[in-house]
């Protein structure tokens, strides 16, 4: 997964989303590493950013299918709130919007 880009992993979850899997540890990993390095934050964990971790992980150990757009709010602006910024594409944030907009069509 190291070599693969935002839209190749994007759409691997969106196949697996579509086929009711839940996200592999594997890809959470991914996808936090992703934000965390498109934020352009420090390797020290903040009170925040535990609480975003923490948050992101609840939500993104659910089925795809079950994200919902309450949970891509709340993971949102708890990430927005632990890098002082608006949550990048290919962040996590942005990641679960997909699949919650996906999930209310």
Same mark, same amino acid.
């Given at each position: 997964?190291?070599?693969? $880009?935002? +839209?190749?992993? &994007?759409?691997? +979850?969106?196949?697996? &989303? #579509?086929?009711?899997? /839940?996200?592999? @540890? $594997?890809? =959470?990993?991914? +996808?936090?590493?992703? !934000?965390? @390095?498109?934020?352009? *934050? /420090? @390797?020290? %964990? ?14 993104? !150990? %659910?089925?795809?299918?079950? =994200? ?17 910024? +608006? /949550?990048? #594409?290919?962040?996590?944030? *942005?990641? =679960?919007? *997909?699949?919650?907009?996906?999930? %209310?069509?």
């Amino acid at each position: 997964m190291e070599n693969m $880009d935002t +839209i190749q992993f &994007r759409q691997r +979850i969106n196949e697996r &989303r #579509l086929d009711g899997q /839940p996200l592999r @540890d $594997d890809e =959470i990993n991914f +996808i936090t590493n992703q !934000s965390t @390095d498109l934020a352009g *934050s /420090p @390797d020290t %964990k903040y009170p925040e950013q535990v609480e975003w971790a923490a948050k992101a992980e609840q939500v993104l !150990s %659910k089925p795809a299918n079950e =994200i919902t757009t309450d949970d891509a709010k709340n993971v949102t602006a708890k990430e927005a709130h632990a890098f002082g910024t +608006i /949550p990048a #594409l290919g962040s996590v944030a *942005s990641h =679960i919007q *997909s699949a919650a907009d996906k999930n %209310k069509k």
